[in-house]
C-alpha cells in the first residue's frame, strides 16, 4: 500500500499558458480543426467588410505585395494575390485530397465512388443561375464582360482539365 503512495506523483499545477493552450492543442488535433478555422475567418472577413470598419478591410485588401528577383519584379494588390495564388494553392490541395479519397480512401472503388459524382456537377450548375443573373454576360456564354474576369475563366478551366487528366492517368 505504500508502494503505491509512493509511486502516484502530486498533481502538477498547469499554468496560465498552459490551460489556454490545451484547448488549442486539442483542436489542431482533430480533423475538422481547418474547416473551423475557415469557416470563423469567413464570418470574421464578412463581419468585418459590412461593418462600419469596412474601409479599413477594403484598404488591407489595396496594400501593395511584390516579389523581386535581380531586375525581375511583381507587384500586386493584396487582393490578386489571394485570388490567383492562393485559391489556386486551396483547390491544389483540394484536388489531392480527392485523389486520395479516390486512390486509397473512402472513394476507393467504383461502387464507393458513384453516388458522390452525381453532386459535382450539381454543385457546380446549382448555384450558376444566380451568379449568372448578377453579372453581365459576354456573348451569352457565361463570362462577365471584362476581360480579365475572362482569361481568369480561362485560367481556372485549363488547371482542372490538367488536374482531371492527371488524375485519370493514376
Same mark, same amino acid.
Given at each position: 500500500?505504500?508502494?503505491?503512495?509512493?509511486?502516484?506523483?502530486?498533481?502538477?499545477?498547469?499554468?496560465?499558458?498552459?490551460?489556454?493552450?490545451?484547448?488549442?492543442?486539442?483542436?489542431?488535433?482533430?480533423?475538422?480543426?481547418?474547416?473551423?478555422?475557415?469557416?470563423?475567418?469567413?464570418?470574421?472577413?464578412?463581419?468585418?467588410?459590412?461593418?462600419?470598419?469596412? *474601409? %479599413?478591410?477594403?484598404?488591407? $485588401? +489595396?496594400? /501593395? &505585395?511584390? !516579389? *523581386? %528577383?535581380?531586375?525581375?519584379? $511583381? +507587384?500586386? /494588390? &493584396?487582393? !490578386?494575390?489571394?485570388?490567383?495564388?492562393?485559391?489556386?494553392?486551396?483547390?491544389? !490541395?483540394?484536388?489531392?485530397?480527392?485523389?486520395?479519397?479516390?486512390?486509397?480512401?473512402?472513394?476507393?472503388?467504383?461502387?464507393?465512388?458513384?453516388?458522390?459524382?452525381?453532386?459535382?456537377?450539381?454543385?457546380?450548375?446549382?448555384?450558376?443561375?444566380?451568379?449568372?443573373?448578377?453579372?453581365?454576360?459576354?456573348?451569352?456564354?457565361?463570362?462577365?464582360?471584362?476581360?480579365?474576369?475572362?482569361?481568369?475563366?480561362?485560367?481556372?478551366?485549363?488547371?482542372?482539365?490538367?488536374?482531371?487528366?492527371?488524375?485519370?492517368?493514376?
Amino acid at each position: 500500500m505504500a508502494k503505491k503512495a509512493a509511486a502516484r506523483k502530486p498533481p502538477v499545477a498547469r499554468s496560465a499558458v498552459g490551460r489556454l493552450l490545451t484547448p488549442v492543442q486539442e483542436l489542431v488535433q482533430t480533423e475538422s480543426a481547418s474547416g473551423v478555422v475557415l469557416i470563423g475567418a469567413a464570418v470574421l472577413a464578412f463581419a468585418w467588410a459590412n461593418s462600419p470598419w469596412s *474601409a %479599413a478591410y477594403f484598404a488591407i $485588401l +489595396e496594400i /501593395p &505585395l511584390g !516579389l *523581386a %528577383a535581380g531586375g525581375w519584379g $511583381l +507587384e500586386k /494588390p &493584396l487582393l !490578386l494575390w489571394v485570388n490567383d495564388l492562393l485559391m489556386a494553392i486551396f483547390f491544389f !490541395l483540394i484536388g489531392l485530397e480527392i485523389k486520395r479519397e479516390v486512390l486509397v480512401g473512402e472513394l476507393a472503388g467504383w461502387r464507393r465512388a458513384a453516388p458522390p459524382i452525381p453532386g459535382a456537377p450539381g454543385g457546380m450548375a446549382g448555384p450558376a443561375p444566380g451568379t449568372l443573373s448578377r453579372f453581365p454576360i459576354l456573348h451569352g456564354l457565361g463570362f462577365a464582360s471584362t476581360k480579365r474576369c475572362y482569361r481568369s475563366e480561362i485560367r481556372w478551366f485549363s488547371l482542372a482539365s490538367r488536374t482531371l487528366r492527371a488524375i485519370s492517368r493514376t
